[in-house]
């Protein structure tokens, strides 16, 4: 069974904590994903990385860095958390070929509050 | 910009039919996803289309009219299992997806 792995489901930190959000796949896909899920509101892709040592910013990438060094591993970093970062963070991988029906493959989430 | 609409929530009784719509204003298209999400789970790929038209799959269908910016997912033979969120989502022009906010889809005995 394929699989996104979110090292944390729930995590509470206060503002200004340095915050590590790790995920890992095991389908050697090439494309990693993160967004955020607030209510309301559709995913909004925070970065993201077609290969090792790549990253692209998405559409909010303010206040957040990402980092992958390995092939399956594509972490999220807030540098120093602030409240309006409460939310749910979900991570993603896809295949290199970016047409057809090339689907992502999504991770449980890693519910973040910061007070 | 570009935007995605889906109803918030719809509600259904089980053994019955509900279709969820999706409208969408996007620069260029390049496919439409739809996703459905349990609450508290990954969501998960449940269809694709990038021609006009509809494909089933099971008791899952989704229909596109690229002329209209328009899909629905239709869902028959409706289970309690089926209680979740579909999520629809737009490759645009970029290869970039665009989501809407999701359908909230109670079902009820």
């Known amino acids: 069974d394929v699989k996104v792995t979110q090292s944390s489901r729930y995590l509470v930190k206060r503002t200004g904590e340095k915050v590590f959000l790790e995920c890992v796949q095991d389908m050697d896909h090439e494309n990693m994903f993160w967004y955020r899920q607030d209510p309301g509101l559709g995913l909004r892709l925070i970065y993201f990385s077609y290969d090792v040592k790549m990253k692209e910013k998405g559409d909010i990438p303010e206040g957040y860095s990402v980092s992958r060094e390995k092939k399956e591993r594509f972490s999220l970093i807030l540098e120093s958390a602030s409240t309006n970062q409460t939310s749910m963070y979900l991570c993603?991988?896809?295949?290199?070929?970016?047409?057809?029906?090339?689907?992502?493959?999504f991770g449980a989430g890693s519910r973040l509050t910061v007070l | 910009g570009q935007n995605i609409d889906q109803p918030t929530e719809m509600t259904a009784t089980e053994g019955a039919i509900v279709q969820i719509n999706c409208t969408y204003q996007t620069s260029g298209f390049n496919g439409l996803f739809w996703y459905q999400q349990h609450a508290g789970e990954a969501p998960t790929f449940l269809s694709y289309?990038?021609l006009d038209g509809l494909e089933e799959k099971g008791r899952f269908s989704s229909f596109l009219s690229r002329s209209k910016g328009y899909s629905y997912l239709l869902l028959k033979e409706l289970q309690m299992k089926d209680s979740a969120s579909y999520l629809c989502a737009v490759r645009d022009s970029n290869y970039q997806l665009i989501w809407g906010a999701g359908t909230k889809l109670i079902i009820k005995p």
């Open positions: 993603a991988s896809s295949f290199g070929e970016d047409s057809g029906a090339n689907v992502l493959t």
């Open positions: 289309n990038v």
